[in-house]
């Protein structure tokens, strides 16, 4: 009987080691976790953006090689590289910007518009486009545009869009980010900002303008 | 001569049954406690080559998710961002610090920031975020609270069972499409059930508990 107790001191010393070693769930730590037969579970497969000592740079993802370019985008002909009005905001066959979108513009292309405008533009031009984004409040941009502006409203929308595309003074272009329908969106629901701002009052219907004072 | 089996032995097929079962018992426990992502992953929180904040990004800034993950309502990845989505910002914030070093590094020549994956399902998971996404799963489902985190920590386990919670019964956790990227959005009391119940009908989601649905 003596042994048999021993025997559950053992136990319960072991349990209480393996737990004080162990610790509880979720408690935070830095070292990756512990991975026992993971051959199926990593398997020698390329996935995107990790490390992967198949090429000599030892990406995965891999850029495109210089001077190609892709077919086809998932199911999709990509045909973005084509220099038609709609890729570069130019008339082809001209240096001259095309003054209007190149593409239908619907309820729907303003809806994508306001959304795809609210991830990428608002966080420095602001929700109203006037140029107050939360980087101007917090001073961390030295110059904003305020796309309210007479020259910045005059620009034909193929130069805008080529500036979303491309960038321009301290601006970065965005052409990597935003899909070129996308970017013709942004264009459309941004001349809608730029049209309200320019209402008059008679051009509220008559029930809301109460609102306004 | 002594006995060959001493008066204590009686007791002895009784002591290996009780101590067989106790020995189990433990062993059962203590794989059942720890031997689950519940444990081998939660909990996990890398140092990050850069020490990228999403509180203040995401939460202080008030940066849609999609500035940066831009590729995760069209692909079944969400994408770490390219330095150059960095560098729209700073290049001009920031400019010289060295915590950005790498950053810029990789800006300049292409070189990856090397940083450590967190969220690892299987390689024989094949989770596809764009589906989620666009159907009212939020990214807080899986993530956490990202945007309160200065330091990204693993905070659900992504075990099967986990996936398999809301595969049941996704109208518990559908959300409309305009919140999904907004991490606090709380459902109001009784959504699940109407709202909730509406969405997944409309959007003919049926998510299949079958095996082939996340492995093939």
Same mark, same amino acid.
């Given at each position: 009987?003596?042994?048999?107790?021993?025997?559950?001191?053992?136990?319960?010393?072991?349990?209480?080691? *393996?737990?004080?070693?162990?610790?509880?769930? %979720?408690?935070?730590?830095?070292?990756?976790?512990?991975?026992?037969?993971?051959?199926?579970?990593?398997?020698?497969?390329?996935?995107?953006?990790?490390?992967? !000592?198949?090429?000599?740079?030892?990406?995965?993802?891999? $850029?495109?090689?210089?001077?190609?370019?892709?077919?086809?985008?998932?199911?999709?002909?990509?045909?973005?590289?084509?220099?038609?009005?709609?890729?570069? %905001?130019?008339?082809?066959?001209?240096?001259?910007?095309?003054?209007?979108?190149?593409?239908?513009?619907?309820?729907?292309? &303003? !809806?994508?518009?306001?959304?795809?405008?609210?991830?990428?533009?608002?966080?420095?031009?602001? +929700?109203? !486009?006037? %140029?107050?984004?939360?980087?101007?409040?917090?001073?961390?941009?030295?110059?904003?545009?305020? &796309?309210?502006?007479?020259?910045?409203?005059?620009? $034909?929308?193929?130069?805008?869009?080529?500036?979303?595309?491309?960038?321009?003074?301290?601006?970065?272009?965005?052409? +990597?980010?935003?899909?070129?329908?996308?970017?013709?969106?942004?264009?459309?629901?941004?001349?809608?900002?730029?049209?309200?701002?320019? +209402?008059?009052?008679?051009?509220?219907?008559?029930?809301?303008?109460?609102?306004?004072? | 001569?002594?006995?060959?089996?001493?008066?204590?032995?009686?007791?002895? $097929?009784?002591?290996?049954?009780?101590?067989?079962?106790?020995?189990?018992? *433990?062993?059962?426990?203590?794989?059942?406690?720890? &031997?689950?992502?519940?444990?081998?992953?939660?909990?996990?929180?890398?140092?990050?080559?850069?020490?990228?904040?999403?509180?203040?990004?995401?939460?202080?800034?008030?940066?849609?998710?999609?500035?940066?993950?831009?590729?995760?309502?069209?692909?079944?990845?969400?994408?770490?961002?390219?330095?150059?989505?960095?560098?729209?910002?700073?290049?001009?914030?920031?400019?010289?610090?060295?915590?950005?070093?790498?950053?810029?590094?990789?800006?300049?020549?292409?070189?990856?920031?090397?940083? *450590?994956?967190?969220?690892?399902? $299987?390689?024989? *998971?094949?989770?596809?975020?764009?589906?989620?996404?666009?159907?009212?799963?939020?990214?807080?489902?899986?993530?956490?609270?990202?945007?309160?985190?200065?330091?990204?920590?693993?905070?659900?386990?992504? %075990?099967?069972?986990?996936?398999?919670?809301?595969?049941?019964?996704?109208? !518990?956790?559908?959300?409309?499409?305009?919140?999904?990227?907004?991490?606090?959005?709380?459902?109001?009391?009784?959504?699940?059930?109407?709202?909730?119940?509406?969405?997944?009908?409309?959007?003919?989601?049926?998510?299949?508990?079958?095996?082939?649905?996340?492995?093939?």
């Amino acid at each position: 009987m003596r042994y048999f107790f021993a025997f559950l001191l053992g136990l319960a010393l072991l349990s209480l080691t *393996v737990f004080g070693i162990a610790g509880r769930r %979720g408690t935070d730590f830095r070292k990756p976790p512990l991975e026992i037969f993971d051959d199926m579970v990593r398997q020698d497969k390329l996935r995107p953006q990790v490390p992967n !000592a198949f090429f000599n740079d030892g990406r995965s993802s891999q $850029p495109h090689v210089a001077g190609t370019i892709a077919q086809r985008i998932g199911n999709v002909n990509n045909d973005t590289w084509q220099a038609s009005a709609k890729n570069t %905001g130019i008339k082809p066959g001209s240096t001259n910007w095309v003054e209007t979108i190149p593409v239908p513009v619907t309820t729907a292309l &303003l !809806a994508r518009g306001r959304e795809r405008y609210n991830i990428s533009c608002l966080p420095c031009h602001g +929700a109203s !486009a006037d %140029g107050n984004g939360i980087t101007k409040k917090i001073g961390a941009m030295a110059v904003v545009a305020n &796309l309210h502006d007479q020259r910045i409203a005059k620009l $034909p929308d193929g130069e805008l869009f080529q500036v979303i595309s491309q960038g321009r003074n301290l601006m970065q272009g965005y052409g +990597a980010n935003i899909d070129v329908n996308d970017r013709w969106a942004i264009v459309a629901y941004l001349r809608a900002l730029q049209r309200a701002r320019l +209402a008059t009052l008679e051009e509220v219907p008559a029930a809301d303008r109460a609102s306004l004072k | 001569m002594s006995d060959i089996f001493p008066k204590w032995t009686n007791k002895l $097929p009784a002591m290996v049954i009780a101590g067989g079962l106790l020995v189990g018992g *433990v062993v059962t426990a203590g794989v059942t406690y720890y &031997l689950t992502p519940k444990y081998a992953r939660v909990g996990y929180t890398p140092v990050q080559p850069v020490a990228f904040s999403h509180a203040i990004h995401a939460d202080q800034l008030g940066l849609d998710c999609r500035y940066c993950h831009n590729g995760v309502e069209k692909s079944w990845y969400s994408n770490v961002p390219a330095a150059s989505t960095c560098m729209n910002c700073h290049n001009q914030v920031l400019k010289d610090d060295p915590r950005l070093a790498l950053v810029r590094e990789s800006a300049a020549t292409g070189k990856p920031v090397p940083w *450590v994956q967190i969220h690892k399902t $299987p390689d024989y *998971v094949y989770f596809n975020h764009s589906v989620h996404v666009n159907r009212g799963v939020s990214c807080v489902h899986c993530h956490g609270p990202v945007n309160k985190m200065d330091e990204v920590r693993h905070s659900q386990s992504l %075990g099967m069972a986990f996936c398999l919670e809301c595969h049941r019964d996704p109208a !518990a956790k559908i959300r409309p499409n305009d919140q999904v990227y907004n991490l606090d959005w709380q459902a109001p009391e009784g959504f699940a059930q109407k709202e909730g119940a509406k969405l997944v009908k409309d959007w003919n989601v049926h998510p299949g508990e079958s095996c082939s649905v996340c492995h093939r």
